[in-house]
Structure formats: structure tokens, C-alpha cells
């Protein structure tokens, strides 16, 4: 393992939105706002710690499409949405997440 450059695959944690910790430098933990839908996907289904503020909210909409007259129903989108309260900005984040990265727990 090399501390250069970026290496998702290196990812343990989601650090708060901003953080600029030596751990986020080196790509060990990703801040919130530059997390990629793969890593959101695996904070919430927990295979990647939470390094988030306690209170910190993370807003999952999930769009269902019956697909057919008595049919089951079919994730069609999945989005998660931070309400960016830190950034001056006031920019909020979302990522688009496959339906098979839809949280489970
Ligand atoms: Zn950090």
C-alpha cells in the first residue's frame, strides 16, 4: 500500500464535510463532500466507518416504478442528499446511488 495518490480502494472512513485531516490527505478517510456514491453506498450499509458529526443528517429518497399492472415493485432511483449546512456556499450534496446500493439496514 502507497500513500500516493488517490486510492479509493484504500477508503475506511467518511470524515466530516471539510475535514482536512492527515488521514484525508493521505486517502485513508474522504470528507463528506468528496466522497464518491460507491463510498456514501458503503457508509450507510456500514462496510466504511462514520466519522460524521452526532446529528449529521443524510436524506435517502428512494423512487419505486411498478413496472407492470400487478407487478412488484422496482427501485428506479436512489438519492442521498446533505443538507450542507457547513459550507458558506450553501451548496448541498447528493449522490445517485444504484438500486442495489440501496441501504439495507
Ligand atoms: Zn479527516
Redesign the pocket.
Known sequence: MTAYGPLPSTVIAI?PPG???T??MTGE?V?LQRATPDQVAALLNGTLRNHLHSGTKLLVNVVYEFLSPGGSLTVQTVVVTFDNEYSDQDSDLSWELTAAQLPTG
Open positions: 470524515d475535514c482536512g485531516c488521514e484525508c478517510y470528507p
